[in-house]
């Protein structure tokens, strides 16, 4: 299962994840502000499946993006 993080929030989403020790457990992190989207126009839920089919430690033939 792949989990992803797809957000409104501005571009402090990373590091408030990150200093809460809980990044590490997501496969993608897709912040509205850094891609230039916003929930929710289909784009930014595009990007994020992209991102969780490139993660590096897991590969997946094919994937559903639901929204």
Avoid: M, W
Wanted: charged share 25%; with cysteine; net charge positive.
């Amino acid at each position: 299962v792949k989990l992803a993080v797809v957000s409104n929030f501005d571009t402090r989403l990373r590091k408030l994840l990150k200093d809460l020790n809980v990044s590490h457990l997501f496969d993608a992190i897709v912040v509205s502000s850094e891609v230039g989207y916003e929930k929710p126009a289909p784009e930014i839920f595009k990007i994020a499946l992209g991102n969780t089919l490139r993660h590096p430690h897991k590969q997946e033939a094919s994937a559903q993006c639901s929204y």
